[in-house]
């Protein structure tokens, strides 16, 4: 079985101010890990994937996540938070191939002026 | 290219309804998954669809159906509308080969119903 679960459903920071979003992940064979945004009324875009080729993964718009098996955590950074990154963030555990996901339920960030 | 196109964008059905929601996916993209996403369930899974058949189901009921066509346009069905049904029907699609291929998702369809 997958999961995987994202701790704090609400997070603030400050413009500027480092934003860590964090996902701990449950898997019996070896993970593939993705970060997903969510704007309002929109589909989800995605930041970044794990596919077992580096752990630590740069994804766009500055975010970055380390894979750490050791602490099954696959935890989203990004070093200075900006305005436009207020949104619903979402991280999922992926079967190897094929758009079958199984989502975090979701961390919404604030970003406070 | 363009996105993942799905209609109609809101809508809104009584209790007992039948409703059909559609998703054309990104030119060349074989694979078509859908997801239902609700405050109180998060983004849950219903099935994918990869040249015409169905690859995967999630754990939904039987008023919940899907199909794909030859050029891999997806319906899903969803019969006997409950009020539990509200909520945001997302499709994504892929290539559906290779090792993790990137899916696309559409900005969905919001279903009430009253």
């Known amino acids: 079985a997958q999961s995987v679960t994202q701790l704090g459903s609400h997070v603030s920071v400050s413009e500027g101010a480092l934003v860590l979003l964090r996902c701990n992940y449950s898997s019996s064979v070896p993970p593939y890990l993705f970060w997903y945004v969510q704007y309002p009324n929109q589909g989800l875009q995605l930041l970044l994937k794990y596919t077992s080729a580096a752990t630590l993964v740069k994804g766009i718009n500055g975010f970055e996540a380390e894979f750490k098996k050791s602490e099954t955590s696959f935890h989203l950074t990004k070093p200075s938070a900006h305005m436009s990154d207020a949104a619903e963030y979402f991280c999922a555990v992926g079967r190897r191939t094929g758009n079958q996901f199984y989502f975090g339920t979701g961390t919404s960030l604030t970003v406070i002026p | 290219k363009a996105g993942v196109t799905q209609t109609p964008r809101y809508l809104i059905k009584t209790r007992g309804q039948q409703v059909t929601l559609s998703c054309s996916p990104i030119?060349?993209?074989?694979?078509v998954s859908w997801y239902q996403q609700t405050p109180g369930q998060g983004l849950q899974f219903l099935f994918e669809y990869f040249s015409e058949t169905q690859r995967n189901k999630g754990n939904f009921p039987g008023r919940f159906s899907g199909r794909q066509f030859s050029n891999s346009r997806s319906e899903m069905n969803v019969s006997t509308l409950e009020l539990g049904d509200s909520a945001l029907y997302l499709c994504?699609?892929?290539?559906?080969?290779?090792?993790?291929?990137?899916?696309?998702f559409g900005q969905g369809t919001r279903l009430t119903v009253v």
């Open positions: 994504a699609s892929s290539t559906g080969t290779g090792l993790n291929t990137e899916a696309f």
């Open positions: 030119s060349g993209h074989r694979s």
